[in-house]
């Protein structure tokens, strides 16, 4: 049974770029949440989507922003990146009730 | 701010001691769960407790829950050096029980 899934593992991009980051959930799941952690930090929420709706969002701007499709993948964009969107990208799918279940991260360096 | 925070910061011990690791938070919460990340990996789910369980047991890992107190208790039995890692405490969002806020961690060492 195949866990979460991120796409790419690692990449760098230049400040003002645009970036997009992918998730497949774990079989069976069909919540995923995104969030975003800093070095030496705990993860921040960014925001979680439900039945391809953003369901809620945590304290991040517009430039952050997301989707789901039908078979509950999901993709993190994040436009004009600045140097502090450097971090560890995580997603992380579920059913309510239970735990998580993360993938391995995208390491994002905004260069 | 609903997010936990775990303490101590860090925690280095000799292989076979015992590791506690503690988590404070501030509002009710429906689930209290412990996650541990290797090295800037994934997080990896341990345990979950809900606010009517006082205590959970998975393996060498022992979770305790005062709700009371608002807070929670990791201990780590006959620790190995394969427990290093840092351990996080997340608790649930009182209006969305799929929402979880993690604390900065507890980084721990396991020396053999």
């Known amino acids: 049974d195949a866990g979460v899934t991120q796409s790419p593992t690692h990449l760098i991009k230049t400040r003002g770029q645009q970036v997009t980051l992918r998730c497949s959930p774990k079989?069976?799941?069909?919540?995923v949440s995104w969030y975003q952690q800093a070095l030496g930090q705990g993860p921040q929420f960014i925001f979680q989507?439900?039945?391809?709706?953003?369901?809620q969002r945590g304290n991040f701007p517009d430039r952050f922003s997301g989707h789901q499709f039908p078979n509950y993948s999901s993709e993190l964009n994040v436009n004009a990146l600045l140097l502090g969107d450097s971090a560890l990208y995580l997603c992380?799918?579920?059913?309510?009730?239970?735990?998580?279940?993360f993938g391995s991260g995208t390491r994002l360096t905004v260069v | 701010s609903q997010q936990g925070e775990e303490d101590p910061q860090a925690l280095s011990i000799q292989e076979g001691e015992n590791a506690t690791m503690n988590c404070s938070y501030k509002?009710?919460?429906?689930?209290l769960q412990w996650y541990r990340q290797n090295s800037g990996r994934g997080l990896v789910h341990l345990i979950l407790?809900?606010?009517?369980?006082r205590e959970k047991h998975s393996g060498r890992l022992r979770v305790t829950l005062d709700t009371s107190k608002k807070s929670s208790s990791l201990l780590i039995t006959a620790s190995r050096a394969a427990d290093t890692a840092s351990y996080f405490c997340?608790?649930?969002?009182?209006?969305?029980?799929?929402?979880?806020?993690f604390g900065t961690g507890t980084s721990l060492t396991v020396i053999p």
């Open positions: 997340a608790t649930d969002a009182p209006v969305n029980r799929n929402q979880f806020y």
């Open positions: 407790i809900r606010s009517n369980e």
């Open positions: 989507y439900y039945e391809e709706e953003e369901r």
């Open positions: 079989s069976g799941h069909d919540t």
């Open positions: 509002t009710s919460i429906n689930n």
């Open positions: 992380a799918s579920s059913l309510v009730g239970y735990g998580y279940t």
